[in-house]
């Protein structure tokens, strides 16, 4: 039963994100998906089907990939609504969902394991090699600039500066990416996290100094 959901879900989540070329296509969702279900095993905490619908549907209600936020969610519940569920697995899926996003660094409490947990992988597959290739795909289609050294970075923004105010990908690794370690909620996720930030880290190392290289 749970096994039939799980694969319908995965479905219909293949055919909404498939194509999506700003980092958030269907591999990003099976990444998360993976990830959390290994956090999970590792901290012995959470329900893993909760923790796996959220995983594959995180994506399906974002505003950056609807045309506003309100046609997202309605998005997420005429899915629920095609699938047979209780109404408190629902509605927890839904509220873990909602709470995860990192909108410019808001801190918002989460409720629940299964939440921290979701919110973790998401956030695993912003840093590392992953993220790296992901913000420069993200910042090419959103038009922005690989990296302007005329620009300050911002440290702390709006929600709404952070959505639209000039920058560039390699700002958004102060901005968001080089964070991200810190504020993992779970052990496990922490410890996955260290290498990634190290690659990062090296990453931005090796470009200033290959920007630098040919002074005249
Ligand atoms: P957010 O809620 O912060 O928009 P997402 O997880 O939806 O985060 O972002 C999707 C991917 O795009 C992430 O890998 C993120 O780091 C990257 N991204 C988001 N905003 C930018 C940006 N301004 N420049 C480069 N990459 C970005
Ligand atoms: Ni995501």
């Not at 959901?5 to 998906?33: C, M, P, S």
């Not at 969902?97 to 299964?114: M, W």
């Not at 190290?198 to 040919?214: P, R």
Request: charged residues 30%; proline residues 2%; aromatic residues 8%.
């Amino acid at each position: 039963m749970k096994n039939q959901i799980i694969e319908q879900t995965k479905v219909y989540v293949r055919n909404e994100l498939g194509e999506d070329a700003t980092g958030h296509d269907w591999f990003h969702v099976d990444r998360v998906r993976r990830n959390a279900l290994h956090i999970c095993q590792e901290e012995k905490i959470g329900e893993p089907f909760i923790i796996e619908m959220a995983a594959l549907l995180h994506d399906i209600p974002d505003e950056k990939l609807n045309e506003s936020a309100e046609k997202g969610k309605e998005k997420l519940a005429s899915f629920f609504q095609r699938i047979t569920l209780p109404d408190e697995a629902k509605n927890h899926i839904i509220q873990i969902i909602e709470s995860i996003s990192y909108k410019g660094g808001r801190k918002t409490e989460l409720k629940t394991v299964e939440a921290k947990i979701v919110q973790d992988a998401d956030r695993l597959d912003a840093i590392g090699a992953i993220g790296i290739a992901r913000a420069f795909a993200y910042g090419g289609k959103k038009g922005q600039l690989i990296y302007d050294p005329n620009i300050a970075i911002r440290a702390e923004m709006s929600l709404d500066e952070y959505r639209k105010g000039k920058s560039t990908s390699i700002h958004h690794f102060y901005e968001k990416l080089l964070k991200l370690k810190d504020l993992m909620n779970t052990e496990a996720a922490r410890k996955m996290a260290e290498s990634r930030q190290q690659m990062m880290v090296v990453f931005l190392e090796q470009f200033y100094q290959e920007w630098d290289e040919q002074e005249l």
